[in-house]
């Protein structure tokens, strides 16, 4: 059904088209398709994948990690991707999902910072403007039958007040003091609550970052498309740091004594 | 004369470099019954003067909602100025939607502002014949602009628009320094001398022909309010209160007047409601 009526009986021109022919009118195929056919059009498998991330709210503001992995499905194909990305002095968002569909939504909001920063009236955005703009971009696309493949934690720090937020490529949205996406929705959100919950003004930055990593590293144990290099990014009155990356210690000697692992001959 | 030959195209400059048409429509907006606006450090204020067709006629409405943290008054063509506000409610909805934070007034004036400049350029549109008083608040405070057709707008401490509105102005230029620390109810009480200015001799303002709009925390003889300073008009017998606080005119004689037993009928005032 053709819904839109600048396609429906349009002026003829009785010189060569009495009975208005053209264009031949086609009726809508709703068979099975090949997705590959004409290029891909629309998001229907992520690709190039990065996994969780996770964030927490501390006594100065908000602290969020993610891993530095970009996965081309089991191998771990690039191993300096930053996935954690800083919007205006306020906020951090960080992705999880499709890394191709997470460089499109960072040139997005790089569009949004230039209009708002050009504006120069003492408004800016900050992470309560972004992510309600990111729920409904996300929302929308998720209703044109194609998302942007990601799950996103945005967090920030502004006019005194801590900000931390999830939305994805459904649309859902959600908010709490502790947050994780991907595989650490399950495995690193009950380790996050244990810490955290009840003691948000009371956490440190310095335990802050001590809760992440103990964090990752168990993610980095059970999660097989995890790594164990990182980043913190903290953001705070003093506005918004993301660190280099740094390395996760890990303990693997308890392999020693089991058949088929470790350095035994058998 | 040279100014009529080069004003019927609104893309032709006159030799003097005006664009008349752009000027015959800020005619449009003197025109119209007078507006007043002026703010405080806490508060924005717009006052209006009502005009009635006749005694059989309501009075027209001179003053929009355009969301809680926004409101206009106008002064000109009131189609135009539906037309004008309809789009700044759908621009301060948008902003919602998108960033969940209410538009930010000088932004959503701006807006309106770009949108009349167009109509100044192309040819065969006309600018648009009506001026608004904008009053809003946003993460900056209290906020008073003015709107005009030529695509000006700009922001003010106090501002009049309309028919006799430069009388306003002298009463404005004279108090504007006290208005920032005034409270509500005085802030009102300088604003109703200031439209009392723009009336002709022998009418008054009264319940019928006075509304104000208010963007602000709640005054002393207000109803509490959600959401709070949020814009609101009083009309009718809620602005008797504020009438009464009005000093008495002082019987000035008018240059030029003679106060006379037959006032001379005049087609486009204000008609007094008798009693």
């Known amino acids: 059904m053709d819904h839109f009526p600048t396609n429906w009986g349009r002026p003829r021109n009785d010189a060569f088209d009495a009975y208005a022919t053209y264009p031949i009118h086609q009726r809508p195929y709703n068979g099975p398709k090949d997705s590959f056919a004409d290029g891909v059009q629309r998001t229907q498998q992520p690709i190039v994948t990065g996994t969780s991330v996770l964030a927490i709210k501390y006594k100065d503001g908000v602290m969020m990690a993610a891993d530095n992995l970009a996965s081309y499905g089991s191998l771990a194909r690039f191993k300096d991707v930053q996935r954690l990305h800083q919007v205006g002095n306020y906020t951090v968002i960080g992705a999880g999902g499709d890394m191709s569909d997470f460089q499109y939504i960072q040139y997005i909001l790089e569009e949004l910072s230039i209009d708002e920063i050009s504006a120069q009236d003492g408004h800016e955005l900050g992470p309560v403007e972004i992510h309600e703009y990111m729920s409904q971009l996300m929302y929308a696309r998720r209703s044109k039958m194609n998302p942007l493949w990601n799950s996103l934690l945005i967090g920030g720090f502004k006019d005194g007040k801590r900000f931390l937020s999830y939305v994805d490529l459904l649309g859902t949205t959600y908010s709490a003091s502790t947050l994780a996406t991907g595989y650490g929705a399950f495995i690193a959100q009950p380790l996050l609550r244990k810490a955290v919950e009840g003691r948000e003004d009371v956490i440190t930055e310095e335990e802050a970052r001590k809760i992440l990593e103990d964090s990752l590293r168990v993610l980095f144990y059970r999660d097989a498309r995890s790594l164990n290099k990182f980043q913190i990014a903290a953001i705070s009155s003093a506005g918004v740091s993301i660190s280099d990356s740094m390395q996760l210690d890990t303990a693997w000697s308890f392999a020693e004594n089991i058949r088929g692992y470790g350095a035994q001959t058998q | ?275």
């Open chain 2, 1 to 275: 004369m040279f100014r009529n030959t080069y004003d019927s195209d609104n893309t032709v400059f006159s030799p003097q470099g005006r664009l008349h048409q752009v000027e015959y429509a800020l005619e449009a907006v003197k025109q119209g019954s007078a507006a007043v606006g002026l703010r405080s450090k806490t508060h924005a204020i717009l006052l209006a003067l009502k005009r009635s067709t006749g005694e059989l006629a309501s009075y027209q409405q001179k003053m929009f909602r355009i969301d809680d943290h926004v409101g206009i008054a106008i002064a000109g063509l009131t189609s135009d100025a539906r037309v004008l506000s309809n789009f700044m409610r759908q621009q301060a909805m948008g902003e919602r939607m998108m960033f969940n934070r209410p538009m930010p007034v000088n932004r959503l004036v701006s807006s309106i502002a770009d949108k009349a400049q167009v109509n100044t350029q192309e040819y065969g549109r006309r600018p648009y014949g009506v001026g608004f008083l904008v009053i809003g608040q946003d993460q900056s405070g209290p906020h008073l602009f003015e709107f005009s057709p030529s695509g000006n707008s700009y922001e003010y401490y106090a501002m009049s628009i309309g028919a006799r509105s430069q009388s306003a102005k002298t009463y404005l230029e004279k108090h504007y320094e006290s208005f920032a620390d005034c409270n509500l109810e005085d802030l009102i009480r300088h604003g109703l001398h200031a439209l009392r200015e723009t009336l002709q001799q022998d009418k008054e303002l009264n319940v019928n022909n006075t509304s104000v709009g208010i963007i602000g925390p709640v005054g002393q003889h207000e109803k509490p309010i959600s959401p709070l300073g949020s814009f609101r008009i009083l009309e009718g017998d809620n602005v008797e209160v504020y009438l009464q606080s009005m000093e008495k005119k002082e019987e000035a004689p008018a240059p030029a007047s003679v106060p006379d037993a037959a006032p001379a009928p005049t087609a486009d005032e204000d008609v007094q409601m008798s009693g």
